[in-house]
Every structure is written in C-alpha cells, then in structure tokens.
C-alpha cells in the first residue's frame, strides 16, 4: 500500500493516527474483497442486477425495506450500513466511535464481517456500535465470499491481482452455504472465446466443495491460482481432524487423503484452514 503512503506525506491532513487508521482500513477491505465485486460485475452482466442494491430488491416482499435509504445491499451477499454523522470521542485510545442504526432483514441471519458475530434477523431496527478501523459491514448468512489474500507490499491491485484467494464460508441455520468465483484476464474480451473461469462453492455443513461450473470455460492463468486459506465460520466444537479429498477426475489422483492444519477460535465458532494449496479449477472436496 505504498500509494497510500506516498499520498500521505503530500496531504498533512492525512498524517494523523486516527486518519492513517481510516485509509488503510478502506484499502485493506477494497483490496480484499476485488474478486467479490468482479463476480458481482460478472453476474450484472448476465442478469442485469446492479453492484449496490436497494434493500428492497433483495427483499421485495419486506415492507420495511421500501423506505430505507441509510444502507444497501453490495451483491446478494453483503450488507453495508455506512457510518453517518459525527463520531463520538471517547478516549484518545478508541478515537471516535459510531453508533449505526441497521435493518437486518428477519429472512435471513447476519454475520458482523469485522468480528464474525453472528446476529438474528429482526423486523425491528438494530443499534451496531463500531469504530474507526472498522465497517458497519454484514455478511448474509449462507454465503461463501472469496477474498484476495494479497501479500504485504503490494502497490496496486495490478500488483496483487493474481496472489492466492481465502474462502470465507458463512452458513445459513442449516448449516449450508454457496458462493462464486469468476476469473478472467481482467482487461481483454478474450472471455467472450470461453477464456475465463466460473467455479461455484457449496458447504453442507461438513463438506466444503469447489468445483468448475462452465467445463467449456479455459483461462489458463486460473490454473496458477490457488486456495490457500479457507475460513468457516458457525463450527459449534473443534473437529478431531479435516481432510483434503482429492477426486478422480482430477489431474492428482494419487494424492489420496491429506490432513490438513487447522486452527480453531471458540469464542467466534471459527474453523480456520492453513497451509493449502487447492488448485482454483478442480473439483476438489474439502471434508
């Protein structure tokens, strides 16, 4: 993030902790969640569904949403409830605090994308304390989100574009969860001659799969693309062991069963997957 940096030292306004704090948040989240808003791109493309969404067309049967103009949908899978106001100053340690008033629809539960909590829906409005660093950002139960886990130092998205992809899965009440990854060469309309990737995720509950939607789809620099990190969330006791299931029908049959390292949060319910190496394409299985 040097070009934050750099811009800093022209702007002494921007010099301050708090501001610095702002800034590094905001580029962390767009740098992370860029696969996210492409597949976003990609299914507006096919559909015509806009990137940020009224509430409302999510929910077009919630009568409470038809009024509210304080927050939206970011795609199917994201709810955001922007910080408005003036911040509250607490302390010189916590800096400014808000406090976000959100609708979180009762037809679906909400993870707290900051600390992974996990919030009923309600038909009343609901009263989300956040600060500085963070975002009033919500991730719809039953998602699976791809984030980009770029590595340290990178410059420019151009920089960090092809670095490795973390698996965030929320599951829904029954413990099931989708998602989907699209993959081109960013730049070209060599897509429109098959040369990209559509993979789609599912969770069971026990089972994580990833497997290719468009077989006729070839973009050969998805190949060099890995999974590296896969986290879950909603893991109510620390599994004895995970697996890696390798099929078949892919090009490393004799790979077999592979434990996998893992650790687990139980404050947050948080099974995080470490040390993968998942080919983006194949149909792999994680158990």
Not at 177 to 185: E, I, Q, R, V
Request: glycine share 6%; net charge negative.
């Amino acid at each position: 993030m040097q070009d934050v940096d750099n811009f800093s030292r022209r702007e002494p306004w921007l010099q301050s902790e708090r501001i610095q704090t702002i800034i590094k948040a905001s580029v962390a989240q767009r740098y992370q969640n860029i696969h996210y808003l492409y597949t976003a791109f990609f299914q507006a493309n096919q559909d015509g569904l806009p990137i940020m969404r009224p509430m409302w067309m999510e929910y077009p049967t919630d009568t409470n949403t038809f009024s509210l103009g304080n927050q939206f949908m970011w795609g199917d899978s994201i709810l955001v409830a922007p910080k408005l106001g003036t911040p509250k100053k607490l302390s010189a340690a916590m800096n400014g605090i808000y406090n976000v008033t959100v609708y979180l629809p009762p037809a679906d539960n909400w993870y707290v994308k900051d600390n992974k909590e996990l919030l009923m829906g309600d038909s009343e409005v609901q009263h989300i304390v956040v600060g500085d660093g963070e975002y009033p950002t919500f991730i719809k139960a039953g998602s699976i989100i791809p984030i980009l886990n770029y590595e340290a130092g990178r410059m420019s998205i151009l920089q960090a574009i092809d670095d490795n992809l973390r698996l965030e899965v929320y599951p829904s009440t029954d413990a099931k969860a989708s998602g989907m990854l699209y993959l081109d060469d960013y730049t070209s309309h060599r897509y429109q001659d098959g040369e990209y990737t559509l993979v789609n995720y599912s969770y069971d509950g026990s089972i994580l799969s990833v497997t290719k939607a468009v077989e006729a789809a070839a973009y050969f620099k998805s190949s060099n693309k890995i999974i590296d990190e896969i986290s879950i969330m909603g893991v109510s006791a620390c599994p004895e062991a995970v697996i890696n299931k390798w099929l078949n029908n892919t090009p490393y049959p004799d790979q077999g069963n592979v434990t996998v390292d893992f650790t687990y949060l139980p404050d947050t319910q948080e099974l995080h997957l470490i040390g993968l190496a998942i080919p983006v394409e194949d149909g792999l299985i994680y158990n």
